[in-house]
């Protein structure tokens, strides 16, 4: 009953419009920046290392190098600042957290593309209207 | 004690804004609570109102005097009884309804519970003392350290902080904000953390 509750008041900020993605892939963010009165959109293009479970469909963490520094961005899924999600690339991954790329650069730093995965059961991803996100609570 | 209502916590999560910014709420199913006594000026002397919330099944089970008291008025019996100080208290019959309507987003309220039972616990969990060193052979980890003098008073002050018994008391939680007030499922929402654990019953008082 009680947990009921908390589920209902979650869904009213689900958002079907995102695709599915995983730890490892290659995503490309579009955040809303408000500049005064006006809104953009900045690209943020990097690798998922985290997701994590828990109220507004739990937080993912992309990572970056900029300028040969590491940059992080750490938001809950159904956050209104999320103009858009593209996957650009699987990864081939064996851990849910990929926090070991923390300490390594260069060539060590990088994760296996999956072969063949749109012929796989993962929807396709360059298309927004993917198939609705599963469940993530 | 001003106007208020009693409560049930639900559980705790994220809201979000429309601007992006997460927020930490407290979700509490509050009322609705029947007025079951006005206390008067010319009678008891102050003014309030009494209100009932949580209703018993067995009937059986409530003492005599106490149902004396809700059958005075066709009442069912109710779990809890508490008063409040409504400055409009004239306005409410016996047997009327309070519900979360009371609260408005932005309003500053206080929460009154019983915090979370810890058990016997030690001083750095009761009363955040530092403890001794953890190495260099100190064998000193979690002890309280000195309790006071020596020979002058020859004895430890009464009201020495030490180990005990921790928690389950009553506690209030003041100036948390009202995020949200959904009036159709009787909740609302909080900012911040308010005493006891889930389903545990809460006060909620309007600064």
């Known amino acids: 009953m009680d947990s009921q509750i908390l589920r209902d008041l979650d869904n009213e900020y689900k958002r079907d419009d995102l695709p599915e993605f995983k730890t490892g892939d290659t995503i490309e963010v579009g955040f809303k920046i408000r500049e005064g009165d006006k809104v953009r959109v900045q690209k943020f293009r990097g690798l998922c290392i985290s997701k994590k479970k828990g109220p507004l469909g739990g937080t993912f963490t992309v990572r970056k190098i900029s300028f040969s520094v590491g940059v992080e961005k750490t938001i809950p899924l159904y956050s209104p600042l999320i103009d858009s999600i593209k996957v650009i690339r699987r990864g081939k991954v064996r851990k849910s957290k990929l926090y070991y790329l923390r300490q390594l650069q260069g060539k060590k730093a990088r994760v296996k593309e999956l072969r063949d995965w749109e012929q796989q059961a993962a929807p396709s991803s360059s298309s927004p209207e993917t198939k609705p996100e599963e469940k993530s609570l | ?207």
């Open chain 2, 1 to 207: 004690m001003s106007q208020g209502l009693i409560g049930k916590k639900i559980g705790m999560t994220s809201i979000c804004t429309e601007e992006g910014k997460v927020i930490p709420v407290t979700v509490i199913q509050a009322g609705p609570c029947t007025v079951v006594q006005k206390k008067e000026d010319e009678k008891d002397g102050y003014t309030a109102l009494q209100l009932g919330y949580g209703t018993i099944k067995k009937e059986h089970k409530v003492p005599n005097p106490m149902k004396g008291h809700f059958k005075k008025h066709n009442l069912p019996c109710f779990k809890t009884l508490s008063e409040f100080r409504f400055p409009e208290s004239t306005d409410y019959e016996i047997g009327a309804s309070v519900d979360v309507s009371l609260f408005e987003e932005g309003d500053s309220v206080l929460v009154t519970g019983k915090s979370k039972g810890r058990g016997f616990t030690g001083v750095l969990k009761r009363w955040n003392m530092s403890g001794g060193p953890a190495s260099h052979g100190s064998r000193a980890y979690r002890i309280p350290g000195a309790q006071g003098q020596c020979a002058d008073p020859a004895r430890v002050f009464k009201g020495k902080r030490g180990p005990g018994r921790y928690g389950n008391k009553k506690t209030t939680i003041q100036n948390l904000e009202v995020i949200r007030v959904l009036a159709d499922k009787n909740l609302i929402l909080v900012k911040g953390s308010v005493p006891g654990p889930r389903k545990g019953l809460l006060i909620i008082r309007k600064k």
